[in-house]
């Protein structure tokens, strides 16, 4: 089991930055992938960026790419995502994500990880607004 918590959500103006964290606990060691998803309100939810442990390669949906960094810190089991040059378009709920590692091969996994339904643990989410 993995728990994943999100924090650090809030109100922002357009131009801004802001970053969120996630944490994990539990079996950690286990995972093949953390990601950061995003939910606006009565839309679906899309992949925003991924990260793969050990090595740490980063990736990113194509249309966020330059203003959106994934980071993590393994001591505190902790995931971040820094979001720069914000846009109303931000606006929406952020999750953190986790893939369990061994229930596919890695590039199997990696080759179709925009779908959510790859992921098997979910945080409850952090709310992030941004005003114009």
């Known amino acids: 089991q993995v728990q994943l918590v999100e924090s650090g959500g809030g109100s922002v103006q357009a131009g801004g930055s802001l970053k969120i964290s996630c944490v994990a606990s539990?079996?950690?060691?286990?995972?093949?992938?953390v990601a950061w998803f995003r939910q606006p309100a009565g839309k679906g939810r899309e992949v925003v960026a991924a990260?793969?442990?050990?090595?740490?390669?980063?990736y990113y949906a194509d249309s966020l790419k330059g203003r959106f960094i994934i980071s993590r810190d393994t001591a505190k089991n902790t995931l971040y995502l820094q979001m720069n040059r914000l846009t109303p378009e931000d606006t929406a709920m952020y999750y953190c994500?986790?893939?369990?590692?061994?229930?596919?091969?890695?590039?199997?996994?990696?080759?179709?990880?925009?779908?959510?339904?790859?992921?098997?643990?979910w945080g409850q989410g952090t709310q992030v607004t941004v005003s114009s």
């Open positions: 994500a986790a893939a369990v590692d061994g229930r596919e091969p890695r590039f199997a996994f990696w080759r179709d990880w925009l779908r959510s339904a790859k992921y098997h643990y």
């Open positions: 990260l793969e442990p050990p090595d740490g390669n980063r």
């Open positions: 539990g079996n950690t060691e286990s995972l093949a992938a």
